[in-house]
């Protein structure tokens, strides 16, 4: 089983990266070969985390992305200091989102086959 790890820095709303990372982690997870997904969210993009956010007209709910990808089995972690820096660590994030340190991130990083970075 191939196993990929995704860093994702952009901010939840603001640009697209966050829906393209998400888009793109969705994807692997549809296709036929197994893959073991991790995805690790540092800086501003640990606010993706937090549940019921207001969903612009026209797009997508990043919520239900983040929902579907635990539920596929993907793993979504929130950096802990980049979340204690952004006053997150400690509020109810979604279903299946949990806080990570650094030595996580560098625990999934050796463990992967490859690293994506958004």
Same mark, same amino acid.
């Given at each position: 089983?191939?196993?990929?790890?995704?860093?994702?820095?952009?901010?939840?709303?603001?640009?697209?990266?966050?829906?393209?990372?998400?888009?793109?982690?969705?994807?692997?997870?549809?296709?036929?070969?197994?893959?073991?997904?991790?995805?690790?969210?540092? =800086?501003? /993009?640990?606010?993706?985390?937090?549940?019921?956010? +207001?969903? %612009?007209? #026209?797009?997508?709910? *990043?919520?239900?992305?983040?929902?579907?990808?635990?539920? =596929?089995? /993907?793993?979504?972690?929130?950096?802990?200091?980049? +979340?204690? %820096?952004? #006053?997150?660590?400690? *509020?109810?994030?979604?279903?299946?989102?949990?806080?990570?340190?650094? /030595?996580?991130?560098?625990?999934?990083?050796?463990? +992967?086959?490859?690293?994506?970075?958004?």
């Amino acid at each position: 089983m191939k196993k990929i790890l995704m860093i994702v820095h952009a901010p939840a709303y603001g640009s697209e990266r966050m829906l393209s990372a998400l888009r793109l982690a969705t994807a692997l997870l549809a296709r036929e070969e197994r893959i073991e997904l991790a995805v690790f969210m540092m =800086s501003d /993009a640990v606010t993706v985390g937090l549940p019921n956010q +207001a969903v %612009a007209e #026209g797009s997508g709910s *990043l919520q239900a992305m983040i929902e579907q990808l635990v539920e =596929s089995g /993907a793993a979504i972690r929130l950096c802990r200091t980049c +979340a204690l %820096a952004r #006053g997150v660590a400690d *509020l109810p994030l979604i279903d299946g989102v949990e806080i990570a340190t650094l /030595a996580d991130l560098a625990a999934w990083t050796s463990h +992967a086959d490859q690293v994506i970075t958004f």
